[in-house]
């Protein structure tokens, strides 16, 4: 019996990997709701760019580091809306979850609050951060609504802006963060 | 450049026993997910290659919570670091927790990353693994039956620990300090959301006439594994603290480091550091705890 086991395992060795069935997932993003069957390797960030066809979301390090992949996802954390590194999971991880992307912020052709802070305070030079650090100022903005520039700073410490335009990117949240809470909407 | 992890095959268990079989039947050859922060990075970088993997988001409405009850805190292993930081239960009674979890990875990380998955991975650098040997923390394991390990058993060497291949972390038991505690959480690393060069966590319990009735230090990041800093406790335990004395027991701490030489410094270097934040958290423990005035530690 033991010996029939081994002999077994040996066989699933040689015959390599065994081929990934792929796994059905239903995932909602920016309010329109996608089903696909993919492979269980495949990265959420691949999934949102490649299969779904958004590419404002993108890849800098691919190591978690960066944060140029941050998306907003629900049903991590309770029910609340909670940045996440897409690099960093598997899209079927994220089955049956809500996501918000950058091209999911503006809303009747007006911009989100932090895009058009963004803008006026200059706060992207290239741009390639930008898309993630918007994400991720949003989702700090909902854990601290009303933040000090140093909690401005620790918040967004898990993304990286190379051509280090900190300074207007900090003031830029600051400002968001003032009309978010006048307008009283986060979204 | 694209990091593919290779291919593996899924399975997202509903309950806790079906995770144990599907683990029990694939021995070695599977792997646990949880918020997935230590295990996606590694497979990405193919230094980890699991035939199998077993997600637990199906587990966390019961796997996920904060429980203060009596003397003990009972924590699900699946709860977020992000949920520890946030906890204002936590942030009342076992406040190094919090301070703690806002030194993990960055929002991001801590949004995802489990405090279970952290501890099973046990990563030598890591945070938690430190702050739950200064607490005294039980770990519960369920391999089909359930079994208790205490903290101080449970960390064997690098990414190795006491849990056996087909057994999952369940809950974190931490016993509750005495109110009038003081506690440190120290950790310095080189770049914001980094790995620690060295982290250390202290909780000191006064007694009566001023000296330390108890004391845990707790050393990261500078051994195969984390360790208690037995020898620098004796120095302080029964103890009315003195800068002298803290000095001498944090060398004693760093005579127990065994650190090797890194991207993040040579083996003196990482001694020299190791003696350096231990002595800070001791001060900033005694402190909390009204054993040292301020003042008496102007030079750190």
């Known amino acids: ?187 | 450049m694209r990091l593919i992890p290779r291919s593996f095959e899924y399975v997202a268990p509903k309950t806790l026993q079906e995770a144990v079989s599907i683990l029990r039947k694939y021995k070695g050859e599977a792997k646990v997910l949880a918020g997935g922060h230590s295990l996606v990075p590694l497979m990405k970088l193919r230094l980890s290659n699991p035939q199998v993997v077993v997600d637990l988001k199906y587990l966390r409405p019961k796997l996920a919570y904060i429980k203060v009850a009596g003397k003990t805190v009972r924590i699900g292993a699946l709860t977020r670091h992000a949920e520890i930081e946030h906890s204002a239960e936590l942030k009342k009674v076992v406040p190094i927790m919090p301070a703690a979890a806002e030194w993990i990875g960055d929002m991001q990380v801590r949004n995802m990353g489990t405090i279970g998955g952290s501890l099973a991975h046990a990563d030598p650098a890591a945070d938690w693994p430190v702050v739950m040997l200064a607490l005294n923390a039980t770990f519960v394991a369920n391999g089909g039956a359930q079994r208790k390990i205490p903290a101080t058993k449970f960390f064997l060497g690098p990414f190795t620990t006491a849990l056996k291949p087909h057994e999952i972390l369940t809950e974190i038991q931490v016993p509750v300090p005495p109110s009038n505690h003081g506690w440190s959480w120290k950790k310095f690393e080189r770049k914001a959301g980094d790995f620690a060069t060295v982290n250390t966590a202290v909780i000191v319990v006064p007694g009566r006439k001023g000296e330390i009735a108890d004391v845990s230090i707790a050393v990261g990041a500078v051994h195969v594994r984390p360790f208690r800093a037995t020898d620098a406790e004796k120095v302080l335990k029964g103890e009315v603290p003195t800068m002298d004395l803290i000095r001498e027991a944090a060398e004693k701490a760093a005579a127990m480091s065994e650190p090797s030489a890194d991207l993040r410094g040579s083996v003196e270097y990482k001694r020299e550091v190791t003696k350096v934040f231990v002595r800070r958290a001791l001060v900033e423990a005694c402190e909390r705890a009204k054993l040292l005035k301020p003042e008496a530690a102007v030079v750190r």
Not at chain 1, 98 to 117: D, R, S, V, Y
Not at chain 1, 165 to 176: Q, T
Request: charged share 20%; hydrophobic share 40%.
């Open chain 1, 1 to 187: 019996m033991a010996r029939r086991a081994a002999v077994r395992t040996v066989q699933r060795r040689a015959r390599g990997p065994v081929p990934q069935a792929k796994v059905p997932i239903r995932v909602k993003i920016n309010g329109v709701e996608y089903s696909h069957e993919v492979e269980p390797r495949l990265l959420l960030v691949h999934y949102i760019r490649d299969v779904v066809g958004l590419t404002g979301t993108h890849i800098g390090c691919d190591t978690s580091n960066c944060g140029a992949c941050t998306v907003l996802m629900k049903g991590t954390w309770g029910n609340e809306w909670r940045a996440v590194k897409s690099c960093t999971l598997y899209a079927v991880q994220a089955d049956g979850a809500e996501i918000i992307t950058i091209e999911g912020l503006a809303k009747n052709g007006e911009l989100h609050p932090l895009q058009k802070a963004f803008w006026e305070h200059h706060a992207l030079q290239c741009g390639y951060c930008t898309p993630g650090m918007i994400l991720a100022a949003l989702g700090f903005l909902k854990l601290n609504p009303n933040p000090t520039r140093e909690e401005i700073r620790k918040g967004i410490s898990g993304n990286l802006c190379r051509c280090t335009g900190y300074v207007n990117i900090v003031k830029a949240i600051e400002a968001a963060a003032k009309e978010i809470r006048e307008k009283g909407s986060w979204i």
